[in-house]
């Protein structure tokens, strides 16, 4: 699984890196995903971190 953060779309109101802090993390005011694979152990909250993102500027990849 991926994680990907559209920087032209993120707010940067920090919801993900509160849900993830494992995958996401903030770079200035934007979030990104500090590396794109997904560890299997928090799959389950990057998902949810995704669902719950306002602006939906994450995506996931299985």
């Known amino acids: 699984m991926r994680a ?6 993120c707010t ?3 919801l993900c890196t509160q849900t993830c802090p494992e995958v996401f993390s903030m770079k ?6 500090k590396d794109a ?3 299997s152990e928090v799959e389950d909250s990057c998902k ?13 990849e299985d």
């Open 4 to 9: 990907k953060v559209d920087a032209d779309v």
């Open 28 to 33: 200035g005011d934007v979030a990104e995903a």
């Open 37 to 39: 694979d997904v560890p």
């Open 48 to 60: 949810q971190a995704a669902e719950e993102c306002p602006v939906e500027a994450i995506t996931i």
């Open 12 to 14: 940067g109101c920090e």
